[in-house]
């Protein structure tokens, strides 16, 4: 962590969204597979390994909600760049915030509901 993560005031916002995120403690198969949750480690949608990077970054299902938050930076950002973005600003803050709560929230919706259809 850098000095000016540290010191940033977080205004009591949600501040554990984004590292817990990229830190992979979420919906992610490979994560959800090491804690025993899932047999496979493919992302339901595309079929490429489900990490972090793939899910925020790649995945063709979010491309609409990334594009939106990158329409909102004026930039589109990577994996390697967005701790730099994230601080940089306000604005920028709560934009990939934003992007990526979105992104977590429905897909861990879909995620569930995609569990109560048996497999074929
Ligand atoms: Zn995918």
Redesign the pocket.
């Known amino acids: 962590m850098t000095g000016r993560e540290k010191s940033r005031d977080t205004g009591g916002r949600n501040y554990h969204v984004l590292p817990d995120t990229l830190a992979g403690h979420g919906s992610f198969r490979t994560y959800t597979k090491r804690i025993g949750k899932q047999e496979q480690e493919n992302?339901v949608?595309?079929g490429?390994t489900?990490t972090v990077e793939?899910?925020i970054f790649?995945?063709?299902?979010w491309e609409r909600i990334r594009q939106g938050a990158w329409n909102g930076l004026g930039v589109n950002i990577t994996a390697d760049e967005i701790g730099e973005q994230i601080v940089a600003n306000e604005e920028k803050w709560r934009i990939i915030t934003n992007m990526i709560r979105k992104i977590m929230s429905q897909k861990e919706t879909e995620e569930r509901l995609l569990q109560r259809i048996p497999n074929p």
Request: net charge negative.
């Open positions: 992302c949608y595309c490429e489900d793939h899910t790649m995945c063709d299902r």
